[in-house]
């Protein structure tokens, strides 16, 4: 697996930064963008809790962990795997073809196809409020707690990366279905950024058990915080965050090999 996937995803990684590392003042300034960009969503939480003390049981410390770990997670995701997105564009030009015939795995080219560092400032709010909010939240750390973090942000990033590349496989079907993704990854961000308290249960028992994203944030920050679950759902579910990961992992790898069987060539 590193000879055959690691090596040639960090080698064309390592190429397209070079590429981009040309342009440095272009690329700092796009950094800076995304950054700001991303910082909104973050003042955005400031400025609600400047009206109220708690959203959905959670405190500004609890909510801001509650941001990092789904910011965190998912543009990591975007940053590693984000490009596949683009599968429906390659497929329409041709060039996905040229891609099956290449020597090193489709997928890692998709992936690596266009990397900007830039994706980088977009990952920086979510780590800072992630840092403030574990700072300030009294969460009591030990060593295993610790562990767990990192095991838990792990969970998280490999679920965002299956849900990104299960929408991208829609494209092998509907090759417009590129919007239909983004209300899933995007979207599935926007909404896993705010405590699940707050929504409606409906939406709570789909992005638990339909659309796992309450995996990425919620349930880790119940776990992290050490406090019961506002909705009442099954305190056990804090602790299947990395088997639920796997699982999705999984799911997302049959729906690529279903997708590559059920490709045919543009004839181009």
Do not use: K
């Amino acid at each position: 697996m590193v000879d055959r996937v690691l090596v040639p995803y960090a080698l064309l990684v390592w190429a397209w930064c070079r590429a981009a590392a040309q342009y440095p003042v272009s690329l700092m300034l796009l950094t800076l963008a995304l950054l700001g960009a991303i910082g909104s969503e973050l003042v955005a939480l400031l400025f609600v809790f400047g009206h109220t003390e708690a959203l959905g049981g959670f405190t500004l410390a609890e909510a801001l962990l509650v941001y990092g770990l789904a910011v965190t997670s998912f543009r990591t995701a975007d940053l590693l795997l984000g490009n596949i997105e683009r599968l429906g564009e390659h497929i329409r030009d041709g060039s996905f073809d040229v891609m099956l015939v290449r020597p090193v795995a489709p997928l890692v080219q998709l992936a690596t196809d266009g990397f900007s560092p830039r994706r980088v400032g977009a990952v920086v709010p979510g780590v800072v409020a992630l840092a403030v909010g574990l700072a300030s939240a009294g969460v009591a750390w030990t060593a295993g707690r610790v562990a767990v973090l990192a095991v838990l942000l792990a969970s998280g990033t490999a679920l965002c990366c299956a849900v990104w590349l299960a929408g991208a496989c829609l494209q092998f079907f509907v090759a417009e279905a590129r919007q239909l993704a983004h209300s899933v990854t995007y979207g599935g961000q926007a909404l896993t950024e705010y405590p699940l308290s707050i929504y409606p249960r409906a939406v709570v028992r789909a992005v638990t058990f339909v659309v796992p994203l309450a995996f990425v944030s919620y349930q880790p920050a119940l776990y992290l915080l050490d406090r019961p679950d506002p909705l009442g759902l099954w305190p056990g579910l804090r602790y299947l965050c990395p088997a639920v990961a796997v699982l999705g992992c999984v799911l997302a790898a049959l729906a690529w090999r279903a997708g590559l069987r059920h490709y045919r060539s543009t004839g181009s």
